[in-house]
């Protein structure tokens, strides 16, 4: 069976309903992955699903093809995807499949397959299972699998529970954006003891509300209103399965995930001095600086949840981050991004430190900052077009820190760190758009940065600056 291979990428599957995606492909992918894990002499997998609508239809043929394999499946239901790694523990088994597509628009939908507790396909297994369709080498079982339901609702509440403690009662507004989020999140944290408002929770595949993107300025900035409204102590939003999140102060000002990265550094390296921080390319300098200041040491890489993962368990690293909102917790977790478990986290250490998120914010380094922007381009030429683009980057900026592919092997864009801020351009892993971000100490210097980004990125006729995948754009004006 042929599949659109771009819908194979370095760690997720995923690609636009019935165009990319349809149950027939879906049941192919369904085979092969079992095919993978049978290879490994795994027989069993949880499965989970988000809020998409399309998600009933994909889990009934990704089932069909798994059990065809002789995959015993555990069906939690829909789920946030770090509630199909806790079930992982919760039933032992190396096997877990997440049917969702995050913080892409209403129409795509895709797969975060497990191959070990926590831990998801890369590029080579990714690979494996598309090779597997192609080539239609399933794994020939003699007895199909059996499908039961659970319900770990309650086992993950208190799990969840049990690792933080909050020594004050904060009012929180959460939007989820009609995503999964709204089943649980408001409960977990009235359960921790919070006044919640809750903005968007009822759950809506279509989501009315717009795409459940936390690092969409446009999103983020309804949600600071509410807060500066119901004069509330913070605010966190959501993308739609719940491992992302994005927060504003009490101030209704966003805190970008890179300063969220910075802020879990420092309270984890007040507990544990000299740790490893994991962070990735498109991350501020000031994590860097909050490293270095409290005694840890940063190391960066490859953005995706997979490559961070996998280079925490490399490094035996205390915490892990990235600029989307993805936090991997290794000091009281499991190492896996869990959106709930990271804004708990964050106001536990506010209430220890009887602080406001203003007061922790504003006592780090300072800089001019831009969101992570998103421009469509194609996924057959976005990876040219960085190519192209990074040679014309590295030429300009003679003198700058280049982090790029001959730093960290596969690498996606380049990077260039001066002694005022950083810039980055890369291509997504998630999808046909590319990314960017930079920053500078004063205002001078980053319009001029955001200058130099807008005109190198026009000068390429292969962007598509009214994508549905667009986010941002307004920055670099």
């Not at 961070?308 to 909102?325: H, T, Y």
């Not at 536990?348 to 998103?374: A, R």
């Amino acid at each position: 069976m042929k599949i659109n291979p771009f819908v194979f990428r370095n760690y997720d599957i995923r690609g636009i309903v019935d165009e990319d995606l349809d149950s027939k492909k879906v049941e192919a992918i369904g085979k092969a992955y079992g095919t993978l894990l049978r290879r490994r002499k795994i027989r069993q997998a949880v499965m989970g699903r988000d809020c998409r609508l399309s998600g009933e239809e994909f889990q009934a043929a990704f089932t069909k093809g798994l059990t065809a394999m002789g995959i015993d499946i555990i069906d939690l239901g829909i789920i946030m995807t770090q509630m199909m790694y806790y079930g992982q523990y919760r039933f032992q088994t190396n096997g877990g499949v997440m049917i969702t597509a995050s913080h892409n628009p209403y129409n795509f939908n895709g797969f975060k397959l497990g191959v070990g507790f926590s831990l998801t396909t890369g590029p080579e297994e990714v690979q494996e299972i598309r090779k597997t369709i192609e080539k239609e080498s399933y794994f020939k079982s003699e007895e199909t699998g059996k499908v039961v339901k659970k319900d770990i609702t309650e086992d993950y509440y208190n799990d969840v529970l049990k690792r933080v403690k909050l020594k004050k009662k904060f009012k929180v507004v959460v939007d989820s954006r009609h995503g999964t989020t709204g089943m649980y999140v408001p409960e977990i944290l009235k359960r921790a003891g919070c006044e919640v408002i809750g903005r968007n929770l009822k759950v809506d595949g279509s989501f009315p509300a717009g795409t459940p993107d936390p690092t969409d300025e446009k999103f983020m900035l309804q949600l600071g209103k509410v807060v500066l409204e119901e004069k509330a102590d913070f605010g966190i939003a959501f993308d739609g399965d719940g491992d992302r999140i994005g927060v504003v102060d009490e101030k209704g000002r966003i805190l970008w995930n890179d300063v969220l990265v910075a802020i879990f550094a420092k309270e984890i390296l007040e507990r544990f001095p000299g740790s490893k921080i994991i962070h990735n390319t498109l991350c501020s300098q000031v994590v860097t600086k909050v490293v270095k200041q409290f005694g840890g040491i940063p190391i960066i890489w490859l953005t995706g949840h997979a490559f961070i993962k996998s280079k925490i368990a490399e490094e035996g690293a205390a915490f892990g981050g990235e600029l989307s909102g993805h936090f991997f917790f290794n000091d009281n977790a499991y190492g896996h991004d869990d959106g709930s478990y990271a804004a708990l986290r964050v106001l536990e250490y506010l209430s220890d430190k009887n602080l406001t998120l203003s007061q922790l914010y504003e006592s780090f380094p300072k800089y001019i900052s831009s969101p992570e922007v998103k421009i469509g381009c194609p996924d057959n030429k976005k990876a040219i077009v960085i190519k192209d683009l990074s040679k014309r980057f590295k030429a300009d900026f003679p003198n700058a820190k280049i982090t790029d592919d001959t730093v960290i092997p596969g690498d996606d864009g380049t990077r260039a760190d001066f002694k005022d801020g950083m810039m980055i351009f890369r291509y997504s892993q998630n999808g046909p758009y590319i990314t960017i971000k930079f920053e500078a100490k004063d205002q001078k210097t980053y319009d001029e940065r955001k200058k130099y980004v807008r005109e190198m990125l026009k000068s390429y006729p292969e962007m598509i600056w009214t994508d549905q995948l667009c986010v941002n754009l307004n920055s670099l004006n």
